[in-house]
């Protein structure tokens, strides 16, 4: 797994965490003769709420979906058949051909709510890296890795709340919550939020350690060290991988895409509208659930290409 050069972002716009400080910074490289991991980031990249799955065309053609979520009662999220019968078969590969890592900021808890296709990954990353899972338990090792390194150089996590709870505009502020005791996030009514208020957060938790995203109704305060990108290198380390596969669609993606060795990005979400790029990653133009199944194929056809030569 190789370091790219940082893409610009747009000034106006809060930067994507990168992972100067990480956990595994001292952490030797893989090896060259593991498995393909396929790291790649769940909502609206891999898998779609009704509202994301941008379905423009005849109703009699749209492609069948499978559920793979349910919450309260209620089918909340989906793929197609097709991109449902690609991750089975990535995932079934051999575990010295290709693994498939899921990577998401939802908590273990709300990762336990799905029912992604295929055998259960024997690692999957939560908490936006802050919980690695190995085989669906909390590794105590990293727990301990990811305490320290926000420990050692971030403004605790009441004091960050603090200044939401005495900043944030109950004319727009929805909810506010926590995850993981690690981080937090606002839930608010976008017609209503007022860009410069993020771009305030921003400056104040930059001064602190803390990253500030705007995902769409959602507002995250992530510690600096805390990437998606720490945790999947812990995992290639520990796997030998030869190589890292990455998608995701959001600003929190960015260090992740921005580690890979190849990667895609799908032609929605905070990345998309934010126009970034690098050499190493394609943008593809597709929207909606129909790029889960572009971005599965292209993993599916590299990570076995790439074991067969």
């Known amino acids: 797994m190789t370091g790219r050069p940082t893409p610009a972002t747009r000034a106006d716009t809060p930067q994507a965490p990168q992972a100067p400080h990480a956990p595994h910074a001292n952490t030797p490289a893989p090896s060259g003769d593991g498995p393909v991991l396929f790291a790649s980031d769940l909502d609206r990249t ?21 559920c793979v979520e349910v919450y309260q009662a209620r089918p909340l999220s989906y793929l197609t058949e097709t991109a449902a019968a690609l991750l089975t078969d990535l995932a079934s590969r ?4 290709a693994r498939f890592v899921p990577v998401t900021t939802r908590t273990v808890e709300q990762y336990r709510r799905l029912r992604l296709p295929g055998p259960p990954p024997r690692h999957a990353i939560c908490a936006n890296g802050g919980r690695l899972l190995v085989d669906g338990e909390p590794d105590p090792e990293w727990d301990v890795r990811v305490s320290r390194a926000i420990e050692g150089g971030c403004a605790p996590l009441p004091e960050v709340r603090e200044r939401l709870r005495t900043t944030a505009d109950p004319a727009w502020l929805l909810k506010e919550r926590t995850a993981e005791d690690l981080f937090c996030y606002l839930v608010v009514d976008r017609e209503a939020f007022p860009p410069q208020w993020a771009e305030e957060l921003a400056h104040w938790a930059g001064e602190r350690g803390w990253t500030v995203s705007v995902q769409g109704r959602k507002v995250y305060l992530v510690p600096r060290p805390l990437t998606k990108s720490a945790a999947v290198a812990e995992v290639a380390r520990r796997t030998g991988a030869r190589e890292v596969l990455a998608a995701g669609d959001s600003l929190l993606d960015a260090d992740l895409l921005h580690a890979a060795d190849h990667g895609w990005r799908p032609g929605h979400g905070e990345l998309a509208d934010t126009g970034w790029s690098a050499p190493h990653i394609t943008a593809l133009p597709t929207r909606g659930v129909l790029c889960g ?7 599916l056809a590299r990570a076995t290409g790439a074991r067969q030569s």
């Open 94 to 97: 051999p575990g010295d051909v």
């Open 293 to 299: 199944e572009q971005i599965l194929t292209a993993a």
């Open 46 to 66: 891999l898998i779609y709420s009704a509202a994301a799955l941008a379905l423009d065309g005849p109703d009699h053609l749209a492609p069948r979906l499978l």
